[in-house]
T-cell receptor, first 113, second 114 residues
Framework: GESVGLHLPTLSVQEGDNSIINCAYS??????FIWYKQESGKGPQFIID?????DKRQGQRVTVLLNKTVKHLSLQIAATQPGDSAVYFC????????????FGAGTTVTVRA | DSGVTQTPKHLITATGQRVTLRCSPR?????VYWYQQSLDQGLQFLIQ???????AKGNILERFSAQQFPDLHSELNLSSLELGDSALYFC?????????????FGNGTRLTVT
């Protein structure tokens, strides 16, 4: 699989490989995190979320890992497909301060056939 | 389809003008959020309404205003437009608190100011 140790704005992945997208979140008080996928010409689409009392959560072909010690979030996509090509954003929220969902800089994932 | 409807999809206007962007939230959602997405700034939170009342403000300019109507649809008004206001404007809706119901986004309104 391919991965980035630091947040990089672009990631090129071979179809069928696993992808790892990283995100360093900004606020140590954040306790709820979401990954969104944005395809060209569309709005962000919810993928998976995780609360700070967890360090791992799995969905369909996706896994989110949370490391609160270093304020790091990652999204793993298994068996990457052409339809996974998109911009991926992590977003953070402070549950006690409901109102704001803050987005990180996105990562553009391109799947090579 | 997220269930959030935004109109118009595209808007081209001149500097100094005023425009109104409209958003219909998903059925049952009481919260509406507005975000601005530009190439160099990512997704920036502008303002949130819950059941008709303003709940939070982000980086919203004084030239911009919004409201949420009794039927829960929302409008974002942008006035005295400048070239730098060109961006994608997204509306998102949620049932109540963010952690109970992640936001669902519409497909945005692309505003071009010439």
């Amino acid at each position: 699989g391919e991965s980035v140790g630091l947040h990089l704005p672009t990631l090129s992945v071979q179809e069928g490989d696993n992808s790892i997208i990283n995100c360093a979140y900004s606020n140590s008080a954040s306790d709820y995190f979401i990954w969104y996928k944005q395809e060209s010409g569309k709005g962000p689409q919810f993928i998976i979320d995780i609360r700070s009392n967890m360090d791992k959560r799995q969905g369909q072909r996706v896994t989110v890992l949370l490391n609160k010690t270093v304020k790091h979030l990652s999204l793993q996509i298994a068996a990457t497909q052409p339809g996974d090509s998109a911009v991926y954003f992590c977003a953070e929220n402070i549950v006690a301060n409901d109102y704001k969902l803050s987005f990180g800089a996105g990562t553009t994932v391109t799947v090579r056939a | 389809d997220s269930g959030v409807t935004q109109t118009p999809k595209h808007l081209i206007t001149a500097t100094g003008q005023r425009v109104t962007l409209r958003c219909s939230p998903r059925s049952g959602d009481l919260s509406v959020y507005w975000y601005q997405q530009s190439l160099d700034q990512g997704l920036q939170f502008l303002i949130q309404y819950y059941n008709g009342e303003e709940r939070a403000k982000g980086n919203i300019l004084e030239r911009f205003s919004a409201q949420q109507f009794p039927d829960l649809h929302s409008e974002l008004n942008l006035s005295s437009l400048e070239l730098g206001d060109s961006a994608l404007y997204f509306c998102a809706s949620g049932r109540d608190r963010v952690y109970n119901s992640p936001l669902h986004f519409g497909n945005g309104t692309r505003l071009t100011v010439t």
